[in-house]
């Protein structure tokens, strides 16, 4: 008995190292990133293979970039419908995320956050750019002025009959977006947040003042962002807290 478990860990192990072989084999091949093979969707695939048994042959590339591309897009939008109920109904936080490509591009996304997750809106490449805090300031300040234009935009009746128009499935996400009141109040708490944390960082970057005159217009700002949140702890009390982890760093805010 002992003898025939033995066998059959070192066939099933024999087994095991074949199969993996011939993984490796491919993620060399086609140059897959080692990180994608902790995907939580490759070990779905792994599984939904073995269940599937001999003959499953794997689909076309045609397949994957237009059938089941378009499923996957459905799919996603899908997923995102109860992201966007949820900032209707309790409101959204506008967020930006600066991170560098392969080519060493910088670039920095727009999303928008709320208690469902975190929602892409677009990015832009920056790469000419410091990313301060002024620099992240203006760049949502200008999603905010184009409010008005943005809005005449995705109502107008050029853009309803072309293929982004809010009837098409590439346009309704956008169009949501775009006349939703609660994403634009987002956007306008968010810079009334940011615009006296703006102002202290100006002083830090500059002459380098006293660290007593910083601490007073660092509480003149806390001051003006408690305002803005309405005197609203649950609003502030978050912002404060990433305020004084940062204050407390050796370099400061």
Not at 96 to 115: E, G, H, P, Q, Y
Not at 224 to 237: N, R, S, V
Request: proline share 4%; with cysteine; charged share 25%.
């Amino acid at each position: 008995m002992m003898g025939q478990q033995t066998i059959s860990a070192t066939f099933l192990k024999a087994r095991i190292e074949k199969v993996d072989s011939f993984l490796a084999q491919w993620v060399y091949e086609a140059g897959i990133p080692f990180y994608a093979i902790d995907n939580n969707s490759f070990a779905q695939f792994c599984e939904a293979v073995g269940q599937f048994g001999v003959g499953y042959q794997p689909p076309s590339q045609y397949k994957l970039r237009e059938p089941l591309l378009k499923a996957e897009v459905e799919r996603t939008k899908k997923c995102l419908k109860k992201q966007e109920q949820e900032w209707a109904s309790t409101g959204c936080s506008i967020m930006t995320d600066a991170w560098s490509d392969r080519k060493r591009r910088s670039i920095m996304n727009l999303c928008v956050n709320c208690k469902e997750g975190t929602t892409f809106l677009y990015s832009k490449e920056t790469s000419d750019e410091s990313h301060t805090g002024e620099y992240i300031f203006n760049y949502v300040d200008n999603l905010a002025e184009k409010k008005e234009a943005l809005k005449v935009m995705v109502t107008s009746d050029e853009w309803g009959k072309s293929k982004w128009g809010p009837s098409s499935s590439k346009g309704k996400t956008p169009y949501a977006t775009v006349l939703s009141i609660s994403f634009w109040n987002g956007v306008s708490l968010c810079l009334k947040v940011f615009a006296p944390l703006v102002k202290v960082l100006r002083l830090v970057d500059g002459d380098r003042p006293s660290m007593g005159f910083v601490y007073g217009e660092l509480q003149k700002a806390k001051q003006e962002i408690i305002e803005a949140c309405m005197f609203k702890e649950a609003q502030y009390k978050p912002i404060f807290d990433i305020i004084d982890v940062s204050a407390e760093k050796p370099n400061g805010i």
